[in-house]
């Protein structure tokens, strides 16, 4: 099946610093790739949709300018959480459509990023 | 607005029992509806997706049906094992290709 990888799959900043993650498909492309995030205990929500070549579409209430979004190909999307506060703390996770337009219009889903803001 | 609603919220159960986990949503008009596993801390496993067309999918001990007029799914699980134990969530698709999610389901089979 199509696998969805994550770097880092955790990672520790201080309040005020920027943190990149990487979401990358490793074996079909994927126009379409999409970042959730989950807080404790609760579901996940949906933060933006990221379109290769185009700016990414973000939900409603998810600051664009503090999460920068960036999805150069069509392997890698990247989430930026710019100035990060403790109140970021959360677990970031992102899935890939493939390109091809699958029938199922099923996504994948990458093993999450978990981060810590002290 | 598409709105996942999972009953129950936490469910605690003997190993081996057979158990239905539920899962509603608001609008009808969906692609896809998926189940997922999650075990604490970590990602996502996909366990079984159903399309709009269809009205159940197996695999293994997991069945889920789909009702799409009346806005509900559920996943059974047949003999449950404490390896079952994890957060079982639902998600739907519709045109944009956007997963919503419902709250999820926290089981525990007991040994």
């Known amino acids: 099946g199509a696998v969805v990888s994550q770097h880092p799959s955790w990672v520790i900043c201080k309040s005020g610093t920027s943190v990149k993650i990487e979401c990358r498909s490793l074996?079909?492309?994927?126009?379409?790739m999409f970042w959730y995030r989950q807080f404790p205990k609760q579901s996940l929500m949906l933060m933006a949709t990221?379109?290769?070549?185009?700016?990414?579409?973000?939900e409603q209430g998810v600051e664009k300018d503090k999460f920068l979004i960036n999805h150069a190909s069509l392997t890698l999307s990247t989430l930026t959480v710019t100035s990060a506060h403790p109140e970021d703390s959360s677990f970031y996770i992102c899935?890939?459509?493939?390109?091809?337009?699958?029938?199922?219009?099923?996504?994948?889903f990458g093993p999450g990023t978990r981060l810590t803001v002290l | 607005k598409q709105e996942v609603t999972q009953i129950p919220a936490a469910l605690s159960v003997p190993e081996g029992e057979n158990l239905v986990l539920n899962c509603s949503f608001t609008?009808?008009?969906?692609?896809?509806l998926q189940w997922f596993r999650q075990d604490p801390g970590k990602g996502l496993t996909s366990l079984l997706l159903?399309?709009?067309?269809?009205r159940e999918q197996t695999s293994g001990r997991l069945n889920a049906s789909l009702d799409k007029s009346s806005g509900r799914s559920t996943l059974y699980i047949a003999a449950s094992q404490p390896g079952d134990s994890a957060t079982y969530l639902c998600?739907?698709?519709?045109?944009?290709?956007?997963?919503?999610f419902g709250t999820g389901t926290r089981l525990k089979v007991l040994a």
């Open positions: 998600a739907v698709t519709s045109g944009t290709y956007k997963y919503i």
């Open positions: 609008d009808s008009a969906i692609y896809n």
């Open positions: 159903i399309q709009s067309s269809q």
């Open positions: 899935s890939a459509r493939e390109s091809t337009g699958s029938t199922y219009n099923e996504q994948f």
């Open positions: 990221s379109n290769e070549g185009s700016k990414a579409t973000y």
């Open positions: 074996d079909f492309q994927a126009t379409t």
